[in-house]
C-alpha cells in the first residue's frame, strides 16, 4: 500500500494515543441487568438469549458459502475468501458466545461474547483492506489484528479477574477498524459492484451500538422487545448484507 500504509499507521497511532492517556475503564457491573428478564421453553433472559441464533445461522451460511466452491466468481484473488472465512466464523462464534453470555450474564461469560465479536471486527478490516486496496496486506493483518484483538478480551477480563478491569484495548480494537475503514473507501476505488454494502454495515454497526446503549427506553417505547435484542438483530442483518453483497456482486 505504499504511502497509504503510513497515512494508517498514523491515524491508528492517534486513537491508541488518545486511549493511552485515558485512564483505565472497567466494566459496569450494571451493564448486566437488561430490560429482558423473559423465560421461555426454559430459557432465562429468553429474547436475549435466542435472538443470537440469526448470528450462528449467517455466520454458518457465509462460510458454507464460501468454502463450498460457490464464490469462485465473487473474488478477483481467490486469497481475499481468507478473511471472509474468518469474519463469518467470528460471526457464528459471536452467536454461540453471546447466548452463553445470556443466560447467566456476568463478566466471565461476557469475555466469550466478545471474543468472537472481535475477531470478526478485526477479520472484517482485513477483507476490507484486501479487496480495496491489497490483497497481500490484508492477509498480512489478518492473523496479527485477530490475535490482538482477542487478545485484547483477553487482557479486559484478566484485569477484571485482577480487581482493575480496563476495557481501553477492546474498545481500541473497534474503534481503529471505524476510523480507517473510511479512509480506506475514500482512497480506493472500489474493485467490486455492490460495494456500498460496506458503508450500510458500519451504519448497522452504529446503529446497534445504540440499541445496546437505549436497552431500557427502547423496551419502554415498543413496549414488546428491548433495545438489546434489537442489537443483536441489527448485527445479524450487517453480517447478512456482508453475505448479500458477497454472493451478488461482479469485478468491476
Request: one cysteine or more.
Amino acid at each position: 500500500m505504499g504511502r497509504s500504509a503510513v497515512k494508517y499507521l498514523i491515524l491508528a497511532a492517534v486513537a491508541i494515543g488518545a486511549l493511552a492517556i485515558t485512564p483505565p475503564i472497567p466494566q459496569p457491573l450494571a451493564y448486566h441487568d437488561f430490560f429482558d428478564k423473559s423465560a421461555c421453553f426454559g430459557i432465562p433472559h429468553c429474547q436475549d438469549t435466542l435472538s443470537n441464533v440469526p448470528f450462528i445461522v449467517v455466520g454458518a451460511a457465509g462460510v458454507w458459502f464460501l468454502l463450498s466452491g460457490r464464490a469462485t466468481g465473487q473474488f478477483v484473488d481467490s486469497r481475499e475468501t481468507i478473511p471472509y472465512v474468518a469474519f463469518f466464523l467470528g460471526v457464528a462464534l459471536t452467536g454461540v458466545g453471546s447466548g452463553y453470555y445470556h443466560l447467566a450474564p456476568d463478566n466471565p461469560r461476557l469475555a466469550w461474547d466478545r471474543a468472537g465479536m472481535a475477531l470478526a471486527f478485526a477479520s472484517w478490516f482485513s477483507a476490507v483492506i484486501a479487496e480495496r486496496a491489497s490483497p497481500a496486506w490484508g492477509l498480512r493483518l489478518l492473523l496479527p489484528l485477530s490475535v490482538a484483538s482477542v487478545g485484547a478480551v483477553g487482557y479486559w477480563i484478566a484485569t477484571e479477574t485482577a480487581g482493575r478491569g480496563d476495557l481501553r484495548p477492546y474498545l481500541l480494537v473497534q474503534l481503529v477498524p471505524y476510523l480507517l475503514i473510511p479512509v480506506v473507501l475514500w482512497r480506493h476505488p472500489a474493485r467490486y459492484t455492490h460495494a456500498g454494502a460496506t458503508v450500510a454495515v458500519m451504519a448497522l454497526y452504529a446503529a446497534a451500538l445504540a440499541l445496546d446503549r437505549f436497552d431500557r427506553p427502547v423496551a419502554e417505547a415498543i413496549g414488546f422487545v428491548s433495545g438489546h435484542t434489537l442489537k443483536h438483530l441489527v448485527g445479524a442483518l450487517a453480517a447478512a448484507v456482508v453475505l448479500w453483497a458477497i454472493a451478488r456482486r461482479r469485478a468491476l
